[in-house]
């Protein structure tokens, strides 16, 4: 199978590991439980706990649940329809704004917190697959459009 047509389905594997991290994080903080995190990187919970963990009130964790559920989404799409134009340029923007996101989070746990989630770091890998996964879908596909 051509690579235009494999990478749709790489997003959703991609995004699904993204719900499932985003879910675990977004559940456990709904309940009041403690996250568990595996040695040497032990900060989940004070990552999750800091002031920068919530975003109007709702912890980051709702925010990734909706990315990664919409990423899915546009994968799905993708891959019934891998040549249309929206859906290329919306996953591969929607991916670069996780990105940035990402770094956000990144800074505010290296400068402001001091403490580092390993499912933040899941997260942010994750996305980061996202974006070169869609970019090149994009790509193969943009050659093959004109």
């Not at 699904?16 to 977004?26: E, H, K, M, N, R």
Request: proline share 5%; hydrophobic share 55%; charged share 5%.
């Amino acid at each position: 199978m051509k690579k235009q047509f494999c990478v749709p389905y790489a997003l959703l594997a991609l995004a699904l590991v993204g719900i499932a991290v985003a879910f675990y994080d977004a559940y456990q903080l709904y309940n009041g439980q403690a996250l568990w995190c595996p040695p040497p990187i032990n900060g989940c919970n004070e990552v999750a706990n800091s002031p920068y963990a919530r975003i109007y009130n709702l912890p980051v964790g709702y925010f990734g649940v909706v990315y990664y559920l919409y990423m899915f989404g546009l994968a799905a799409l993708l891959a019934f329809d891998p040549f249309s134009r929206g859906l290329r340029f919306a996953a591969l923007a929607y991916s670069a704004l996780g990105v940035c996101f990402s770094i956000y989070f990144m800074y505010l746990q290296i400068a402001f917190i001091h403490a580092f989630c390993i499912y933040c770091l899941v997260s942010a890998v994750t996305t980061l697959l996202l974006f070169i996964a869609a970019l090149t879908h994009f790509r193969a596909t943009n050659a093959l459009t004109r």
